[in-house]
């Protein structure tokens, strides 16, 4: 059997209701892929569906693969991984959809560029109905990415195309954690080799209630994306209790509400993490790349203490 381009990994938990489409977008692309599910101990029909999706005459080449038990969504995806035949590897989750052009796009791209460890891309938010609710489009480049990385995923991860055989491949890329594994893995790659966000719209990412992997984590609460972010951001700031590293890492989604009595302290320790991230960054930062981010932080905090009175 040949190598096939690209290798499409997918996690499979409970999620009977939406891996057929899954499967379907698959078989839908415009390069032919080697699919392989990574059913992690899932107690409805899923795994049966994709067995019997993989007998299709028009189904791309699919390997499932199953997990005697549950051991969360890090863990599947390496396992995924692990068995990818091809060294371009795609992520997507079993409850969203690859357009059509995404793998071929995409692994274009990785072949104008041999030594790029990862991509990402836009995505369309859609709800049970695939209805459009939304439409994400950042405008990163690779430093801001490394810095995005230290709070949230850089690239929603059924967007994200790695090359295993880069030497700076991390391995095990995902924790085995059950909150923030797909945050944790993008900023190990974005922080170790230069990330590409690519200005194209490659997947719909589902939103339609509580997912199976939100269900399953409340029976895991730590270590969670709090934690994570703490042990990150450790060589920037030193050790971080809990209460500081959840006020610190909320800044980046917004800033403390006037009159909050903590708020100029919480918001120095943001600006310091900045900083010192500029001056002593990953290796695929240019400090100079942070200039942009540099003047919104700015801006937003003299906005800030005009707001505040300060």
């Not at 269900?215 to 809990?242: C, E, K, M, Q, S």
Request: hydrophobic fraction near 45%.
């Amino acid at each position: 059997m040949a190598v096939p381009a690209v290798t499409v990994v997918t996690p499979l938990y409970n999620n009977a209701t939406w891996i057929e489409a899954c499967l379907q977008s698959l078989a839908r692309q415009t390069l032919e892929a080697f699919e392989v599910v990574v059913d992690d101990g899932s107690a409805d029909d899923g795994p049966e569906r994709v067995a019997a999706f993989a007998r299709r005459a028009d189904a791309p080449p699919v390997r499932l693969i199953r997990h005697g038990e549950n051991a969360g969504p890090g863990v599947a995806r390496n396992t995924g991984v692990a068995a990818a035949r091809a060294p371009l590897v795609a992520f997507l989750d079993a409850d969203d959809v690859a357009v059509p052009e995404r793998l071929a796009y995409q692994a274009g791209v990785m072949a104008e560029e041999p030594d790029r460890l990862v991509t990402g891309g836009w995505f369309d938010v859609v709800d049970a109905g695939d209805r459009v609710r939304a439409r994400q489009q950042p405008d990163l480049n690779a430093s801001e990415l490394a810095w995005v990385g230290l709070f949230q995923a850089p690239f929603l991860l059924s967007t994200a195309m790695v090359r295993t055989t880069h030497p700076a491949f991390p391995w095990p890329l995902f924790p085995a954690v059950w909150h923030g594994e797909e945050e944790e893995a993008m900023r190990r790659l974005v922080h170790v080799a230069p990330g590409r966000m690519l200005p194209r719209v490659l997947a719909l990412y589902r939103k339609a209630g509580e997912s199976s992997h939100e269900i399953r984590a409340r029976a895991h609460p730590r270590p969670d994306a709090v934690d994570l972010f703490a042990d990150a951001v450790r060589p920037y700031t030193g050790p971080l209790d809990r209460a500081t590293a959840t006020r610190v890492r909320a800044c980046f989604f917004g800033l403390p509400e006037p009159g909050d009595p903590d708020a100029e302290a919480v918001v120095a320790a943001f600006t310091a993490l900045f900083r010192a991230f500029r001056e002593a960054p990953p290796p695929a930062v240019d400090p100079g790349a942070l200039d942009r981010y540099a003047a919104i932080h700015r801006d937003d905090w003299i906005a800030y203490r005009a707001r505040a009175g300060l």
